[in-house]
């Protein structure tokens, strides 16, 4: 029983990692309400996780969609 639990588990895994393959969502951490907010006119832009975007660009672009959607592409706020 646990043998099929386990292989179960893995294959929710992975069909989980192909469908979301956007770095900064996965490996980010929780999104902070400041990361999901876009700055107001006259704000300076949030700066971007250079590492999570390259990474999507890398390997599979379309995450990079993803991640921007959720805002987990930008830093945390302080």
Request: aromatic residues 6%; proline residues 9%; glycine residues 8%.
């Amino acid at each position: 029983m646990k043998k099929k639990l386990g292989a179960k588990l893995l294959i929710l895994l992975v069909c989980a990692s192909v469908l979301l393959p956007s770095c900064a969502t996965v490996f980010g951490g929780p999104v902070s309400a400041c990361q999901r907010t876009k700055p107001a006119e006259g704000e300076p832009a949030r700066p971007i996780r250079a590492v999570a975007l390259i990474a999507d660009v890398i390997l599979f672009w379309p995450g990079a969609i993803v991640d921007f959607a959720t805002g987990a592409i930008y830093k945390p706020c302080d």
